[in-house]
């Protein structure tokens, strides 16, 4: 390899600037690129690209969820890398903010079409970007999951992040104003209480029958008559539900009260809820 001082000191100072990458690597870049600035761009890319090729075999199983909400837009996401110290970098939070506004301009379905997005500040499209970031962090980096929602103008967003980002809602209220403190106090109910429905009628059919066909199987040892068996089984199954559900759930800031007294003392109604908790899609085998 030539000698290092043969790469233009001035260059190195502009490619580490626009790059942010170690001098070292500017400098031999710059050497491979007989001092083309350009070329010496190209060679960093397709290095990192490599590098981030290696690291994609890592789990990445910590890292942060995030709502981003534009008018009657919003976006929740979660991106996962290995560890909370790269998790708590503001580069890492700046590439998020990235991808989770880029998402939101141009509403892809998928998180593969997602990467395929390009951002109004990059020439690369956000795959080429995650792998840039990989390599310089020294990280495996995943979007694994966002959802897009959107309201009616009439309606309110309501977001709760606990934890850093390890815990993350989005709520949509109708019958309230943007001034009401209801959305957010929903949306840190949806945190703490993990319900999986709005209400009784939000439930699936799927599911209301597989719990049924379960209670059924146990009652099948009851030595008792079959329309108290019928009933017994009824009242397990709307107690099993209403666990399940937020309006059911004792109210985390007044326990004297349900949820759904609470909405209904503000002229609340729940339209659409999510909730995401860090590394719960994540496969527990590969951890």
Do not use: W
């Amino acid at each position: 390899m030539p000698d290092l001082v043969k790469a233009d000191i001035k260059l190195v100072k502009e490619l580490r600037a626009s790059t942010d990458l170690p001098m070292k690597d500017c400098m031999e870049a710059l050497i491979e690129s007989n001092n083309n600035l350009e070329e010496a761009h190209r060679i960093l890319k397709v290095k990192g690209l490599a590098k981030a090729e290696k690291k994609s075999v890592n789990t990445a199983a910590d890292g942060i969820t995030k709502v981003l909400i534009d008018g009657d837009r919003a976006v929740i996401a979660e991106l996962n890398c290995q560890t909370e110290q790269v998790a708590a970098l503001q580069e890492y939070n700046n590439l998020f903010n990235k991808i989770a506004t880029t998402i939101l301009k141009y509403s892809p379905k998928t998180v593969v079409d997602a990467l395929k997005l390009k951002s109004s500040s990059s020439a690369d499209n956000l795959g080429d970007e995650l792998k840039l970031a990989i390599a310089k962090l020294g990280e495996n980096i995943i979007l694994t999951r966002f959802e897009i929602v959107t309201k009616n103008k009439d309606e309110v967003f309501g977001s709760y992040v606990h934890g850093g980002g390890k815990f993350t809602s989005l709520v949509v209220i109708k019958g309230v104003d943007n001034k009401s403190d209801v959305p957010h106090n929903i949306a840190m109910q949806i945190v703490s209480g993990n319900p999986k429905f709005i209400d009784l009628n939000s439930i699936p059919k799927a599911t209301r029958d597989n719990e049924l066909k379960i209670l059924q199987e146990q009652a099948k040892d009851e030595k008792k008559p079959a329309a108290i068996i019928e009933k017994m089984i009824e009242g397990r199954l709307q107690k099993f539900f209403a666990s399940l559900t937020i309006v059911d759930q004792d109210y985390s800031k007044d326990q004297t009260m349900k949820v759904k007294d609470y909405l209904t003392k503000n002229h609340a109604t729940i339209i659409t809820m999510v909730r995401y908790q860090l590394g719960e899609k994540i496969d527990n085998s590969t951890k």
